[in-house]
């Protein structure tokens, strides 16, 4: 059995050996033995993952007789192994993260035993290799992270109804996936990946487009792609912060691997006419970017805004997904790769940043209470750590040179601009298309992190809640701490992950292998003209500005200097209400944006009792609802309640009805059974 | 554009040339050093201390179009982080004598201080009020004074110009 293989399998009896601990053990020492033991598979999970995707043979297991008719079946390869490797890392931080978090009512049995269980199902899935085995993971990992969810729905009356939306959507969109995947192995001998595989040669494009389809639907809707986003923003910021990191870092990931292992590794046989498919995820993928960022940049809801960053982030995945889709289907094999590579990337990096930004989010929300950076600011003095490690993630997510996601989102943008000379209409006017979406993303996401990090952390505390804010203890610093880490190190070393990268992106038969080269210092792209190296544009950045201090600090010096208080029009001290919140920091995009978002706007004017021209007091209150949610799903919801409604006329609740319709069905079927036959 | 060059170039300058500087006092104030300093360019910070608004009339007109105190090379400016001059009218009252102080704490140096007003010399026929603290004198240090209730803009022009030195 190779290392991957044993690795993986340590991860499961671990994460086993978590859940009994979670069931078994007193709730004193419960939420460490859980934490411990997940971290352990999650590490295991990464180890299983990295030997993977350094190809260490084929690792199989089939155990026929754990479930009936099909049986389960496992393999890694490097696309598995990737995705496997980025939950087992997100899984260490979080569990590590868990055991501090814990504290308030997070530790029953129930909630402690969901979530090495919804580890488990999430290393599973990518190393699944029968149709049976993934949906069995898929549907287990979908219902432990509901149960995470719902864990604290007993103090707020929110949760149950993120846990109703999150249910309802996993649930179709796990229909979804079931309907395609089952149309898939219909057509083959039995429901191995390998067979079907095999068999898409000989599939219709009517087919082929049907299977690919409703798997798309339903991937997207777990990778949050809009318009099937609803569920995301609802349910991240409800559930525990380790559990919205490890949906958000991992899981959501996984909606992506879904579409890259069907699109392009069962279905890559079919030939031709799969242009439309990758211009529909492309097209699908730059709306999620550029809508996701901008409710991002104008919710003051912290972890509801890193919920839309995540719908933004897999958007802008999916917009190298389908960049690589449709050079593969021009015959142009190297841009293929190079746009997988830059989107796999892109899902390593944001599992990196989007952990470490939900990880600090709930650090603040144990310590001030609250989500709404409206009532926070003022944490750099009580939790300093927490502080500085959110700002790295603020940095890390806002791809400026420094930062992880530049180096991804470089990649995926040097292989859209070197898509324009590809033939075709449809090349021609996409790719500049997709540009002008990922330059726009990137810029909203600056302004989005730097409201996030500015409002909630510097400046004055804007309640007594965040002024008496206290650093978090050492596990959730430690968890923090692991995707900090992670975090420097894709930023500064990308060269190292590159390679393996290069290797999924062979293994899933989009394009050629090794799209980038990476040394220790500099990255070179392979076919097209292209180089980048982040660490020296890091340290030449980290000297420019060592050398303007030093350079200001030499000039000033050479002045008297006197310290002068804060101006203050000299009306007195200033007061936190006279600061920036994320509302006013965010009102000029609202206004330019204003025909996208449509921000609800009231204003209640109570005047004197005595005068009209003398005002008592304004109310002013705005929303900026969802406006996808608004104009799709309500005439959905409301006909399904209508639909409910009518079905009530008939079920009266009298019993002879009812066997009056058993009768009546019975009998309509035998008289079409005796007239048919 | 080339057209409009040589309009500009052929008219030249259609303006009045400048009155001449009057001294304020006779015998004609030395200029301070601290003006000196400012190169013939002074930005300057209005503060009302309690004034009743006769002198801002005044100062108005001063920085209008008809006494067009700016081509001597003063500027008001809406901050004092901005400012090397304040103007302040009106006898220093309770309420803004800390502020006053605060706002000459914020200018940064070199700084004068222009007293605008018989008020802000001497509190005028304030003097002795309840409300007032005293004059500008008494809460900042003063560098040139301008008398009249309310000055004649020509007056304020002059103590301006003695702070450009143009």
């Known amino acids: 059995m190779s290392l991957a293989g044993t690795a993986l399998g340590l991860a499961m009896a671990a994460a ?135 864990a604290e729905h007993r103090r707020r009356a929110e949760v149950a109804q993120a846990g109703v939306w999150y249910a309802v959507m996993s649930h179709l969109g796990f229909v979804a996936i079931l309907v395609g995947l089952l149309v898939f192995a219909g057509h083959a001998p039995d429901d191995a990946f390998g067979s079907l595989r095999a068999v898409a040669g000989q599939l219709s494009p009517a087919v082929g487009g049907v299977v690919f389809g409703a798997t798309l639907v339903g991937f997207a809707a777990k990778a949050g792609i809009v318009p099937l986003h609803a569920w995301l923003p609802r349910a991240h910021p409800e559930a525990p912060s380790h559990v919205s990191a490890a949906m958000s870092a991992a899981m959501v990931s996984l909606g992506v691997y879904g579409i890259v292992r069907v699109g392009f590794d069962l279905l890559g046989g079919l030939p031709g006419g799969q242009r439309w498919w990758w211009l529909l995820v492309m097209g699908l993928g730059a709306v999620s970017a550029v809508y996701g960022i901008l409710q991002a940049a104008v919710h003051t809801d912290l972890k509801r805004l890193l919920g839309y960053s995540t719908t933004e982030n897999m958007g802008l995945v999916l917009v190298g997904v389908g960049a690589a889709g449709t050079f593969a289907a ?89 898509g324009l000379p590809a033939s075709g209409v449809a090349t021609a006017v996409t790719m500049p298309v997709a540009v002008a979406a990922v330059a726009l993303t990137a810029g909203l996401a600056v302004a989005t992190f730097v409201k996030a990090f500015g409002v909630g952390f510097l400046a004055k505390a804007r309640s007594p809640a965040a002024a008496k804010a206290r650093e978090s203890p050492a596990t959730m610093l430690a968890g923090m701490g692991a995707a900090a880490a992670a975090c420097v190190a894709l930023a500064l070393f990308p060269g190292v992950v590159l390679p393996s990268v290069g290797r999924a992106v062979a293994a899933s038969g989009a394009g050629s292998a090794d799209p980038v080269v990476g040394g220790a210092v500099s990255m070179r792209l392979v076919g097209v003209a292209g180089s980048l190296s982040p660490l020296l544009l890091a340290t030449a950045l980290l000297v420019a500005v060592v050398g303007v201090v030093a350079t200001l600090r030499l000039v000033a010096n050479r002045y008297a200097r006197r310290v002068a208080p804060l101006w203050d029009c000299g009306a007195g001290p ?81 019993v002879h009805r009812y066997l009056g319709y058993g009768f009546y069905s019975v009998t309509a079927l035998l008289i079409v059974l005796a007239v048919t036959r | ?104 704490d914020a200018v940064p140096s070199p700084k004068l201080v222009v007293a605008v007003g018989d008020c802000a010399r001497n509190c005028g026929v304030f003097a002795g009020a309840y409300a007032v603290v005293g004059a ?31």
């Open chain 1, 16 to 150: 086993a050996v978590a859940t009994l601990a979670a069931v078994g053990s007193p709730a004193r020492v419960r939420a460490a033995a859980v934490g411990a033991s997940t971290a352990i598979a999650g590490a295991a999970g990464l180890v299983a993952g990295v030997a993977a995707m350094a190809g260490g043979g084929a690792a199989a297991v089939e155990l026929p007789g754990l479930l009936p008719l099909s049986g389960v079946a496992f393999a890694l390869d490097p696309l598995g192994g990737l995705f496997l490797a980025v939950v087992g890392g997100v899984a260490v931080a979080a569990a590590v993260y868990g055991i501090g978090y814990a504290g308030h009512g997070l530790d029953g049995r129930a909630v402690q035993a969901s979530f090495p269980l919804f580890v488990a199902a999430m290393l599973l899935v990518p190393a699944a290799a029968t149709v049976g085995t993934f949906l069995v993971c898929w549907e287990l990992m979908a219902l432990t992270s509901l149960l995470l969810v719902v």
């Open chain 1, 574 to 654: 200033l007061t936190a209400r006279m600061e920036y919140t994320a509302t006013s920091f965010a009102e000029p995009l609202l206004r330019v944006f204003d025909d996208v978002l449509q921000p609800e706007l009231d204003v209640d004017v109570t005047h004197h009792r005595e005068s009209r021209y003398l005002v008592e007091a304004v109310e002013y209150r705005r929303r900026v609802p969802d406006r996808v949610e608004r104009r799709l799903y309500r005439p959905v919801l409301a006909a399904a309640r209508w639909w409910g409604e009518a079905g009530r006329r008939l079920a009266t609740g009298s």
């Open chain 2, 136 to 166: 500008v004198g008494d809460v900042v240090p003063v560098s040139v004074e301008v008398p009249g209730c309310p000055p004649r803009p020509e007056a304020i022009v002059a103590a301006v110009r003695e702070l450009t030195g143009r």
């Open chain 1, 330 to 418: 021009a015959g142009r094999d190297v841009l293929a790769g190079l746009a997988l590579a830059a989107a796999l990337l892109h899902v390593i990096n944001h599992a990196a940043f989007k952990s470490l930004l939900f990880l600090a989010a709930g650090s603040v929300l144990r310590a001030t209470g609250s989500r709404d950076l409206d009532e926070l600011g003022g944490l750099r003095a009580g939790m300093p750590a927490t502080t500085a490690l959110f700002g790295l993630g603020a940095l890390a997510a806002s791809a400026l040179p420094p930062g992880t996601a530049f180096v991804s989102e470089w990649l995926l943008v040097q292989s859209l601009v070197h």
């Open chain 2, 1 to 104: 554009m080339v057209r409009l060059w040589q309009r500009i170039r052929r008219i030249g300058r259609v303006a009045e040339p400048a009155p001449e500087r009057v001294s304020l006092e006779a015998g004609g104030a030395p200029l301070t050093k601290a003006a000196a300093g400012l190169a013939g360019s002074v930005q300057v910070r209005h503060v009302d201390a309690g004034s009743c608004n006769g002198c801002e009339i005044e100062i108005g007109s001063a920085f209008g179009p008809v006494y067009d105190v700016e081509r001597y090379g003063a500027r008001l400016v809406a901050s004092p982080r901005h400012a090397d001059a304040l103007l302040v009218t009106g006898p220093v009252t309770r309420n803004m004598a800390e502020p006053l102080r605060r706002t000459y």
